[in-house]
């Protein structure tokens, strides 16, 4: 089993994935894991969307639509199709007097990057997408969002490619600590 340090260490993103993914109960159960994140008031102010097949292609649609101007008519953006898995990360704010919205959006971005090293942990690449796109109206209506929901992204999931050279990418240099920590 490795560690969370070594875990947090190794993490990497990949932008190309193979078809490969995992299935929803292999989902389901890491995503059993990533919920454990601190949750000030165990409110679980988040939920995930599971897109695959069909699913990908209309959320190209509403990208394409968000993209049109002046009702000209575009092609669906081929973005979503990148992995065969999409996994969206929708913060849903729960009323409180305790915990502010900020809070709650910090616990939904937790359990998405827990996830993320559960899931690269299993053998899987990921890469977290953001942009524009999850402010867009037409995006929220397609993944059915509520009127306190925001769409914080999507996890890209697909099989870990082979490297050309055989030798691997390594891990990925650490950040210089010393200079983000502030003794006072």
């Given at each position: ?59 190209g649609e509403a990208i394409a639509a968000t993209e049109s101007r ?108 010393e200079r983000l920590i502030t003794v006072l």
């Amino acid at each position: 089993m490795t560690s969370a340090r070594h875990a947090a260490a190794a993490r990497r993103s990949y932008s190309k994935v193979t078809d490969a993914a995992p299935t929803h109960e292999q989902l389901v159960d890491l995503v059993a894991a990533a919920g454990r994140v601190a949750d000030h008031s165990s409110l679980r102010p988040w939920r995930l969307i599971e897109l695959r097949g069909d699913a990908r292609v209309r959320l190209g649609e509403a990208i394409a639509a968000t993209e049109s101007r002046g009702g000209e008519h575009r092609a669906p953006s081929t973005k979503p199709l990148r992995a065969p898995l999409l996994i969206a990360i929708v913060s849903s704010r729960r009323h409180s007097e305790k915990v502010p919205g900020w809070e709650q959006d910090a616990v939904a971005s937790g359990v998405a990057h827990v996830l993320s090293l559960l899931l690269d942990e299993a053998g899987w690449g990921v890469i977290w997408r953001t942009g524009h796109y999850t402010r867009s109206k037409t995006v929220e209506r397609m993944h059915g969002l509520g009127k306190k929901e925001g769409l914080l992204g999507w996890l890209y999931v697909g099989g870990k490619p082979e490297q050309r050279d055989g030798k691997g990418e390594g891990a990925p240099k650490l950040v210089d600590a010393e200079r983000l920590i502030t003794v006072l």
